[in-house]
């Protein structure tokens, strides 16, 4: 099975610190993303990467930056830590659709970050 | 820009009634996906969709996608308990995409 592992399930943090939130996955996937998921708002994209050393924007990117130095660790940072960045951060990985990715996003159990 | 809309938002039912939920883009779909999140778990794929009109089957559990490529339902005959959670579609507009938007889910509570 993939298995797609987030460093910490819950962490709480003061305004204004860096925070990073690490990611590994163990199935050589070349896609890697990050969510976070609010409540009535769904999941919402921050930011993906396709290869190593790629990203790309999401839908939310303010606030964060990535770090994919290897293919299989996919870092989220919070550069200055802030009370509405509180949420749920769900990373996921799939395999690109040429090499017969077809089954989806396989997720972590996710972060659970608390700002103070 | 793309969204993904689905309803309803919560959803109650008796142990043994049917569920539906919907899912409506505002654009096209090249394919789209479900997911299922457990209370206090992460998102598990369930199925792909891809063409139009497509009908799938898991057990109780029933995909569609719309001839338009627009919309998607998921319906589960005679509910049980085990289906308690929170169902997302997402949705990509373009074929050979790694990029999915996900819908707001749908929260399906059963009671015994």
């Known amino acids: 099975d993939v298995k797609v592992t987030q460093s910490s399930r819950y962490l709480v943090k003061r305004t204004g610190e860096k925070v990073f939130l690490e990611c590994v996955q163990d199935?050589?996937?070349?896609?890697m993303f990050w969510y976070r998921q609010d409540p009535g708002l769904g999941l919402r994209l921050i930011y993906f990467?396709?290869?190593?050393?790629?990203?790309e924007k999401g839908d939310i990117p303010e606030g964060y930056s990535v770090s994919r130095e290897k293919k299989e660790r996919f870092s989220l940072i919070l550069e200055s830590a802030s009370t509405n960045q509180t949420s749920m951060y769900l990373c996921?990985?799939?395999?690109?659709?040429?090499?017969?990715?077809?089954?989806?996003?396989?997720f972590g159990s996710g972060t659970r970050l608390t700002v103070v | 820009g793309q969204q993904v809309m689905q309803i309803p938002q919560y959803q109650h039912v008796q142990e043994g009634e049917d569920f539906t939920t919907y899912c409506n883009s505002s654009?096209?779909?090249?394919?789209i996906q479900w997911y299922k999140q457990r209370p206090g778990g992460h998102p598990v794929f369930l199925i792909q969709?891809?063409?139009?009109?497509e009908v799938k089957k898991q057990k109780r559990l029933t995909f569609q996608f719309g001839e338009a490529k627009k919309n998607s339902s998921l319906h589960i005959t005679a509910t049980q308990t085990t289906d308690v959670g929170t169902y997302f579609c997402?949705?990509?507009?373009?074929?050979?995409?790694?990029?999915?938007?996900f819908g707001t889910g749908t929260r399906l509570k059963v009671l015994a």
């Open positions: 969709l891809v063409k139009s009109g």
């Open positions: 654009t096209t779909l090249s394919n």
């Open positions: 997402a949705g990509t507009t373009t074929s050979g995409t790694y990029k999915y938007i």
């Open positions: 990467s396709y290869d190593v050393k790629m990203k």
């Open positions: 996921a990985s799939s395999l690109s659709i040429w090499r017969g990715g077809r089954y989806g996003y396989t």
């Open positions: 199935m050589d996937h070349e896609n």
